[in-house]
């Protein structure tokens, strides 16, 4: 069984968003454009409120996914067509902007720590312009695996742990065979997955440090994975904590202008004037939630 092991490490790059919020992006700078199949991976993380209470004011998407994953905190999401959603600590948020969403995301606390992650997740050409759709997801709904030294949130994709007993996570994205986990671990602890070898996957460290293959990745670091039916992650003394994502390529071209992704320069142009005038957004999104 091959084993996975770092093709491409990552520094995060501090970045302003929405109203000023600050938030490490690893995915989407000048260092990796895209992931085949994700554009952009967003760390927000702060225990200052002025950094973040601003929040995510109304703007537009179209053509490609956005997943939301609270770590802490609280954030209302509400969208043109009348939508609301809120998401608390451990929960998460699948939306298919599609063929156009207007939204806002906005916390809803005074002060005390926000901390997520934003994950943009391409679409091929048939469901740029299909109708949107949530899938919301509280923090009951999310199941999770402990085991001696571990501890893994499955938010998407199935985890099987050394017994062969399988977990579930609630967001399914059938283009992707999308596989989201949190994974905490105590000091020189092991998280092992078994997956499509194929899939494309990478791990961002939230906090100490790891190791794949004998190569650290410390906090705030990103890691592009090679292809292999088996990871291996080990935490260094102080224990880490990580996300592991993984999912199918979708192998078309990507042009992206802001918060528009399709596969021509002439459906960007179409998708900036839609918003200008007024009908970026066609149907309401179907809202499912638990």
């Given at each position: ?43 927000m993380?702060?225990n200052?409120?002025?950094?973040y ?31 609301k ?46 109708s ?33 007993a ?8 059938d283009t ?12 020189n ?102």
């Amino acid at each position: 069984m091959s084993m996975r092991k770092i093709k491409q490490l990552v520094n995060s790059s501090e970045i302003s968003e929405g109203a000023g919020v600050t938030v490490f992006r690893s995915i989407g700078t000048s260092s990796l454009r895209n992931l085949d199949p994700f554009l952009m991976l967003d760390h927000m993380g702060s225990n200052n409120p002025d950094e973040y209470l601003a929040g995510f004011p109304e703007h537009p998407h179209r053509g490609f996914i956005t997943l939301t994953y609270m770590l802490e905190g609280h954030m209302e999401h509400r969208d043109s067509m009348g939508n609301k959603g809120q998401l608390r600590s451990g929960g998460a948020q699948w939306m298919k902007a599609a063929s156009g969403v207007i939204h806002s995301e906005m916390p809803k606390q005074a002060e005390g720590l926000m901390s997520g992650f934003q994950l943009w997740i391409n679409l091929p050409a048939s469901e740029k312009m299909t109708s949107p759709e949530y899938q919301e997801f509280s923090p009951e709904a999310i199941p999770e695996v402990k085991i001696e030294g571990h501890k893994i949130r499955v938010i998407s994709g199935t985890y099987l742990d050394a017994n062969n007993a399988a977990t579930t996570g609630p967001i399914v994205d059938d283009t992707t065979s999308l596989h989201y986990f949190d994974v905490s671990l105590e000091s020189n602890q092991r998280f092992h997955h078994n997956l499509d070898g194929s899939l494309t996957g990478f791990i961002y460290v939230i906090k100490g440090e790891t190791q794949i293959d004998n190569q650290t990745i410390a906090s705030h670091q990103f890691a592009a994975l090679t292809d292999g039916e088996s990871l291996e992650v080990k935490a260094m003394a102080n224990g880490a904590h990580f996300i592991f994502v993984a999912g199918k390529s979708i192998n078309e071209p990507i042009v992206q202008h802001g918060p528009f992704v399709m596969n021509t320069r002439e459906e960007i142009d179409q998708a900036i004037a839609d918003y200008q005038n007024g009908t970026l957004v066609q149907e309401r999104a179907q809202f499912t939630s638990a």
